[in-house]
């Protein structure tokens, strides 16, 4: 009973205490109801780059102005945090490789090219096998030795070195990631300013400066020191121009077929005597590769300047019911004249099956891109490097036309400024009126 009892006094405390706290609710004004808080945007459909810590001050920066539309004065990124970051990604293996591949694939003509693994040179394996077959007797007699000897391509390293303020990166990559609505795990700053600021000028660098037009010259550490200006992308390595010009004029060691052309030049041919030029180029080849479908690289001027002199001579689409005449592809063959973006300017035009123009990829595995990150002061200086080279595994395997004492090299001055284009070639058939070619939709001009 005395238990009971107890219990029950409890009980009556504990109803006095709620019912006072009822009537102090009572007497008061409900409390106007707080906002909701602005969430975080997350866009479908992009991966999760790396899980990264939200309250580190750039993210901090970040969701707040998010919530607020407001950047917070004096925010920054701490230099550690980057490097912190960087060294997580960059530790997980599959991501030097997935890094690596971006830059092979990535610049606009690397689809051109054959992919290869050499260390610091390449030469193909055997001298190209040109006949097989052969009368029957009971006896080995393997077939004749092949005159398509394997060249030597080089590979070279190259290096990045980048340095980055992360109070003036900062801005920029809030404002990204309000307009394209990515979460920080999706674009991390460090992915950002590897994929936003570095990787695209890398690409620029290979394509227009080093994988055409490059011309390699040997640097001399002693002569360097820390701090200087470093050597300009271009030198570091031999483009494909490069090859052929110096083959052009150095003697030809590497035996290409090099075209005559008479001393051709699209810049003041006629219309007639570019259709010509393309047309015995062409018949020129030899049979063998004259029946492969390839691709002819050459310059967007270049390439123009044909398309323009056949619709000046035949019109569009002229002789054919599909439209096939007239287009990239050269009348009556397999070839398609290919646009470089790396050959601007360019007067050469070569052929060759894409198996025989390589790029070649350090053997030993993937290293680290970017390999380290230095804090000094408020600087950021972002370390990396990887191997590159490219050429031909056949010289006898390429047809080409290239214009004595041409250098590919001087060319790469003009790639932010204005350089001579078709716009200039104005050939004599230009001048002649609309009737000369038969129909209105034969004439035309520039």
Same mark, same amino acid.
């Given at each position: 009973?005395?238990?009971?009892?107890?219990?029950?006094?409890?009980?009556?405390?504990?109803?006095?205490?709620?019912?006072?706290?009822?009537?102090?609710?009572?007497?008061?004004?409900?409390?106007?109801?707080?906002?909701?808080?602005?969430?975080?945007?997350?866009?479908?459909?992009?991966?999760?780059?790396?899980?990264?810590?939200?309250?580190?001050?750039?993210?901090?920066?970040?969701?707040?102005?998010?919530?607020?539309?407001?950047?917070?004065?004096?925010?920054?990124?701490?230099?550690?945090?980057?490097?912190?970051?960087?060294?997580? %990604?960059?530790?997980?293996?599959?991501?030097?490789?997935?890094?690596?591949?971006?830059? &092979?694939?990535?610049?606009?003509?690397?689809?051109?090219?054959?992919?290869?693994?050499?260390?610091?040179?390449?030469?193909?394996?055997?001298?190209?096998?040109?006949?097989?077959?052969?009368?029957?007797?009971?006896?080995?007699?393997?077939?004749?030795?092949?005159?398509?000897?394997?060249?030597?391509?080089?590979?070279?390293?190259?290096?990045?070195?980048?340095?980055?303020?992360?109070?003036?990166?900062?801005?920029?990559?809030?404002?990204?990631?309000?307009?394209?609505?990515?979460?920080?795990?999706?674009?991390?700053?460090?992915?950002?300013?590897?994929?936003?600021?570095?990787?695209?000028?890398?690409?620029?660098?290979?394509?227009?400066?080093?994988?055409?037009?490059?011309?390699?010259?040997?640097?001399?550490?002693?002569?360097?020191?820390?701090?200087?200006?470093?050597?300009?992308?271009?030198?570091?390595?031999?483009?494909?121009?490069?090859?052929?010009?110096?083959?052009?004029?150095?003697?030809?060691?590497?035996?290409?077929?090099?075209?005559?052309?008479?001393?051709?030049? %699209?810049?003041?041919?006629?219309?007639?005597?570019?259709?010509?030029?393309?047309?015995?180029? &062409?018949?020129?080849?030899?049979?063998?590769?004259?029946?492969?479908?390839?691709?002819?690289?050459?310059?967007?001027?270049?390439?123009?300047?044909?398309?323009?002199?056949?619709?000046?001579?035949?019109?569009?689409?002229?002789?054919?019911?599909?439209?096939?005449?007239?287009?990239?592809?050269?009348?009556?063959?397999?070839?398609?004249?290919?646009?470089?973006?790396?050959?601007?300017?360019?007067?050469?035009?070569?052929?060759?099956?894409?198996?025989?123009?390589?790029?070649?990829?350090?053997?030993?595995?993937?290293?680290?891109?970017?390999?380290?990150?230095?804090?000094?002061? %408020?600087?950021?200086?972002?370390?990396?490097?990887?191997?590159?080279?490219?050429?031909? =595994?056949?010289?006898?395997?390429?047809?080409?036309?290239?214009?004595?004492?041409?250098?590919?090299?001087?060319?790469?001055?003009?790639? %932010?400024?204005?350089?001579?284009?078709?716009?200039?070639?104005?050939?004599?058939?230009?001048?002649?009126?609309?009737? =000369?070619?038969?129909?209105?939709?034969?004439?035309?001009?520039?």
């Amino acid at each position: 009973m005395r238990q009971l009892q107890a219990k029950l006094d409890q009980a009556t405390k504990d109803k006095e205490t709620l019912q006072a706290s009822i009537a102090q609710l009572s007497s008061s004004p409900e409390p106007e109801p707080k906002p909701d808080a602005v969430g975080m945007p997350r866009k479908e459909g992009v991966k999760t780059i790396l899980k990264v810590d939200a309250s580190k001050p750039h993210y901090k920066a970040l969701t707040a102005f998010m919530k607020s539309g407001y950047l917070a004065a004096g925010a920054t990124i701490d230099v550690d945090d980057l490097m912190q970051e960087f060294g997580t %990604y960059l530790s997980q293996g599959p991501n030097n490789f997935a890094m690596l591949d971006t830059i &092979f694939q990535g610049f606009t003509s690397a689809k051109h090219f054959t992919e290869v693994p050499a260390v610091t040179e390449r030469r193909a394996v055997q001298a190209l096998i040109t006949s097989v077959s052969q009368q029957y007797v009971n006896k080995w007699t393997p077939s004749g030795k092949s005159q398509f000897r394997p060249l030597k391509i080089q590979n070279r390293r190259h290096k990045i070195n980048v340095p980055i303020i992360p109070s003036e990166v900062l801005t920029s990559y809030i404002f990204d990631m309000y307009r394209e609505n990515l979460a920080i795990d999706q674009m991390p700053i460090f992915y950002y300013i590897w994929q936003k600021l570095i990787y695209p000028q890398l690409m620029q660098d290979l394509e227009l400066r080093m994988i055409w037009k490059g011309k390699f010259e040997e640097l001399n550490p002693a002569n360097v020191n820390a701090g200087d200006a470093g050597q300009a992308p271009e030198k570091s390595m031999d483009g494909v121009e490069t090859i052929l010009a110096n083959n052009r004029t150095g003697g030809n060691p590497d035996n290409i077929r090099f075209f005559d052309g008479e001393g051709f030049d %699209y810049k003041t041919a006629t219309d007639q005597e570019v259709l010509d030029f393309f047309a015995n180029f &062409f018949k020129w080849m030899a049979p063998v590769f004259r029946t492969m479908p390839m691709n002819v690289g050459c310059s967007y001027e270049l390439r123009m300047r044909y398309r323009e002199a056949y619709k000046n001579k035949w019109g569009t689409g002229s002789g054919t019911e599909n439209h096939e005449f007239g287009s990239d592809r050269i009348d009556y063959s397999r070839h398609v004249l290919t646009e470089m973006d790396g050959m601007y300017g360019s007067p050469i035009l070569f052929a060759t099956p894409k198996a025989n123009m390589v790029k070649l990829r350090h053997i030993n595995g993937a290293p680290n891109v970017i390999n380290d990150i230095q804090k000094q002061d %408020y600087e950021a200086r972002i370390f990396g490097e990887y191997w590159m080279g490219a050429g031909f =595994d056949y010289g006898e395997a390429v047809f080409a036309f290239c214009p004595a004492n041409y250098d590919p090299h001087a060319l790469i001055t003009s790639v %932010y400024g204005a350089h001579d284009t078709y716009q200039q070639f104005k050939g004599t058939d230009l001048t002649k009126s609309v009737t =000369d070619f038969g129909s209105a939709s034969a004439g035309g001009g520039i």
